[in-house]
């Protein structure tokens, strides 16, 4: 007897694991007939539920029927065997079902009904009904006895029961997320990509015509100019829109973990490592948006290559190829080229990702698109911190004249902190940041005691060292765009201990 024991023992440990390994309900539920037969010998087994609304029983997951069985499986409140355990809330026991009346043998499916005993048991949380879960049983000789199934089905019913309810709370996530996915689309839909410049629009007849595709994108722009934001409408415009969006942010990342991180690893792939599913195949099915590609290791590029080629990826530790369904939208605000050029960046890797390239502009480039930007930055702001704040035209002139080396991202910054700060209700030249003012250095307190000469000689000091990165020190470039010569400008540079620095991402307020 002891040995049955831990049969039982086993198959109700092996029901309560497959009922956890995830949440499609009919799977489960047909593994845990699996394990009933493979275990206990039971054979023919069905779950019903009870519809509350329309008080029908149906059979839901079965063992050792066909579809037409299944269909034929239907019970009222009371009826039969299953109906009447529906409805007193505890199990039966037929021994043999050729001798019992009560069994109706709905689905047809037991032509010989000789020796076939019959186990029916509710499954119920708390005082709820559920459902019940039946089984045939032959009883052969000493095959463990009836007390025995039905405490083990009793439990097992427990189980679902249990199973059931955290199945009903998921699905009621789930259509939540559908719904904040919807809304999510309708988020990064056209309206909120701001920008009726020439080279903005250009941007955005091509993220229309891709979005249609499963091309693999390739956007290119200084930080803050809306790579990401572009990802995100590209994904959602796209067939995938329902499938997940998943961002990587390659820069973020220590070498040594990104490989893991992508791909995903087995466990005990490196010490302590535990198995992980990688970003590609958490994207499966939607897009996965590598952020600063040009700062993916060499040694990963070559694995990189191979999913663009083959779909097809190796968790770190395994020697078997998974294959992931991914659109591919990757970001730079590196030169790739010169990458190349430097041997940093592989070329057949770069022609892959490059298939379609996209190339945005900085805001400085497309100065009409401020105003728009900031005035949907403003309302979208007063509606969150519930306040009304208008802007006055001079502080507009200011902000539009100002270089923006943060972009769409610094605007947005200044535009929020401008709401959240200013006490009245319009924006005034003074509200706006000294950076934008150009007036980096002029401590508050000191204004209006400073001598004009001193004023102007801060604002040229200002104005220069904010246009020399933009033409990467050159003297010659950034001394035609101030309209000096180059002898004036090598001669400020002298006169205000300006430190000239090429190749320096001065302004990236990435993350
Ligand atoms: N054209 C635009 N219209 C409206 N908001 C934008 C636009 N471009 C960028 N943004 C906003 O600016 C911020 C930075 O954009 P992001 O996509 O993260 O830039 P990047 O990835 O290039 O650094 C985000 O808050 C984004 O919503
Ligand atoms: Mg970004």
Same mark, same amino acid.
């Given at each position: 007897?002891?040995?049955?024991?831990?049969?039982?023992?086993?198959?109700?440990?092996? /029901?309560?694991?497959?009922?956890?390994?995830?949440?499609?309900?009919?799977?489960?539920?047909?593994?845990?007939?699996?394990?009933?037969?493979?275990?206990?010998?039971?054979?023919?087994?069905?779950?019903?539920?009870?519809?509350?609304?329309? #008080?029908?029983?149906?059979?839901?997951?079965?063992?050792? *029927?066909?579809?037409?069985?299944?269909?034929?499986?239907?019970?009222?409140?009371?009826?039969?065997?299953?109906?009447?355990?529906?409805?007193?809330?505890?199990?039966?026991?037929? +021994?043999?079902?050729?001798?019992?009346?009560? %069994?109706?043998?709905?689905?047809?499916?037991?032509?010989?009904?000789?020796?076939?005993?019959?186990?029916?048991?509710?499954?119920?949380?708390?005082?709820?009904?559920?459902?019940?879960?039946?089984?045939?049983?032959?009883?052969?000789?000493?095959?463990?006895?009836?007390?025995?199934?039905?405490?083990?089905?009793?439990? =097992?019913?427990? *189980?679902?029961?249990?199973?059931?309810?955290?199945?009903?709370?998921?699905?009621?996530?789930?259509?939540?997320?559908?719904?904040?996915?919807?809304?999510?689309?309708?988020?990064?839909? &056209?309206?909120?990509?701001?920008?009726?410049?020439?080279?903005?629009?250009?941007?955005?007849?091509? =993220?229309?015509?891709?979005? @249609?595709?499963?091309?693999?994108?390739?956007?290119?722009?200084?930080?803050?100019?809306?790579?990401?934001?572009?990802?995100?409408?590209?994904? &959602?415009?796209?067939?995938?829109?329902?499938?997940?969006?998943?961002?990587?942010?390659?820069?973020?990342? +220590?070498?040594?973990?990104?490989?893991?991180?992508? &791909? !995903?690893?087995?466990? @005990?792939?490196?010490?302590?490592?535990?198995?992980?599913?990688?970003?590609?195949?958490?994207?499966?099915?939607?897009?996965? &948006?590598?952020?600063?590609? !040009?700062?993916?290791?060499?040694?990963?590029?070559?694995?990189?290559?191979? /999913?663009?080629?083959?779909?097809?990826?190796?968790?770190?530790?395994?020697?078997?190829?998974?294959?992931?369904?991914?659109?591919?939208?990757?970001?730079?605000?590196?030169?790739?080229?010169?990458?190349?050029?430097?041997?940093?960046?592989?070329?057949?890797? %770069?022609?892959?990702?490059?298939?379609?390239?996209?190339?945005?502009?900085?805001?400085?480039?497309?100065?009409?698109?401020?105003?728009?930007?900031?005035?949907?930055?403003?309302?979208?702001?007063?509606?969150?911190?519930?306040?009304?704040?208008?802007?006055? #035209?001079?502080?507009?002139?200011?902000?539009?004249?100002?270089?923006?080396?943060?972009?769409?991202?610094? *605007?947005?910054?200044?535009?929020?902190?401008?709401?959240?700060?200013?006490?009245?209700?319009?924006?005034?030249?003074?509200?706006?940041?000294?950076?934008?003012?150009?007036?980096?250095?002029?401590?508050?307190?000191?204004?209006?005691?400073?001598?004009? +000469?001193?004023?102007?000689?801060?604002?040229?000091?200002?104005?220069?060292?904010?246009?020399?990165?933009?033409?990467?020190?050159?003297?010659?470039?950034?001394?035609?765009?101030? !309209?000096?010569?180059?002898?004036?400008?090598?001669?400020?540079?002298?006169?205000?201990?300006?430190?000239?620095?090429?190749?320096?991402?001065?302004?990236?307020?990435?993350?």
């Amino acid at each position: 007897m002891k040995k049955y024991e831990n049969i039982e023992l086993k198959a109700i440990f092996d /029901v309560s694991k497959v009922l956890t390994s995830s949440f499609d309900l009919e799977r489960n539920l047909y593994s845990v007939f699996e394990i009933l037969s493979k275990e206990l010998d039971m054979r023919r087994g069905s779950i019903f539920l009870l519809d509350k609304k329309t #008080e029908e029983i149906r059979i839901v997951a079965a063992y050792g *029927l066909t579809e037409e069985e299944i269909n034929r499986g239907k019970y009222r409140i009371g009826e039969g065997i299953v109906g009447r355990v529906i409805e007193s809330g505890l199990p039966m026991f037929i +021994p043999d079902i050729e001798k019992e009346p009560q %069994f109706l043998n709905k689905t047809g499916s037991r032509p010989n009904k000789k020796g076939i005993s019959f186990l029916c048991v509710p499954i119920k949380i708390e005082d709820e009904i559920l459902g019940v879960i039946s089984a045939d049983r032959i009883y052969r000789e000493e095959q463990g006895d009836v007390d025995d199934d039905l405490r083990v089905l009793s439990i =097992v019913a427990s *189980l679902i029961a249990q199973f059931l309810k955290l199945w009903e709370t998921y699905k009621i996530i789930e259509d939540e997320n559908l719904i904040l996915r919807a809304q999510l689309k309708d988020r990064y839909n &056209f309206p909120n990509l701001v920008g009726q410049s020439t080279s903005f629009q250009a941007v955005l007849k091509t =993220v229309m015509k891709v979005a @249609g595709t499963d091309a693999t994108v390739l956007l290119f722009g200084e930080s803050g100019t809306g790579k990401e934001l572009i990802a995100k409408t590209i994904h &959602f415009q796209s067939k995938r829109a329902k499938g997940p969006f998943v961002a990587i942010n390659c820069a973020a990342i +220590p070498e040594n973990l990104l490989e893991a991180e992508l &791909f !995903g690893s087995e466990k @005990g792939a490196f010490t302590g490592a535990v198995k992980r599913v990688g970003k590609f195949e958490q994207a499966n099915g939607g897009t996965i &948006f590598l952020d600063e590609i !040009g700062e993916l290791p060499l040694s990963l590029q070559p694995k990189l290559l191979r /999913v663009l080629q083959e779909r097809i990826i190796e968790p770190l530790g395994s020697s078997k190829a998974v294959k992931v369904d991914v659109r591919i939208i990757s970001a730079t605000n590196k030169d790739l080229s010169e990458e190349i050029k430097k041997g940093n960046f592989r070329e057949d890797l %770069f022609w892959r990702l490059n298939v379609i390239p996209i190339y945005i502009p900085p805001l400085r480039e497309r100065k009409e698109d401020i105003p728009l930007l900031i005035e949907y930055y403003l309302k979208s702001f007063c509606d969150i911190y519930k306040k009304t704040v208008s802007i006055d #035209e001079e502080a507009i002139k200011v902000l539009i004249s100002y270089e923006w080396p943060g972009n769409v991202r610094e *605007l947005s910054n200044t535009i929020e902190r401008l709401v959240v700060m200013t006490e009245g209700n319009k924006i005034k030249v003074h509200d706006l940041p000294d950076t934008v003012r150009g007036v980096l250095r002029v401590k508050r307190g000191y204004e209006g005691e400073l001598k004009l +000469p001193t004023e102007v000689e801060e604002l040229e000091r200002i104005r220069i060292m904010n246009t020399l990165p933009r033409y990467n020190f050159n003297i010659r470039k950034t001394a035609n765009a101030l !309209g000096l010569t180059e002898r004036q400008l090598n001669y400020r540079i002298r006169k205000y201990g300006i430190i000239i620095k090429k190749d320096v991402n001065l302004h990236d307020s990435n993350n």
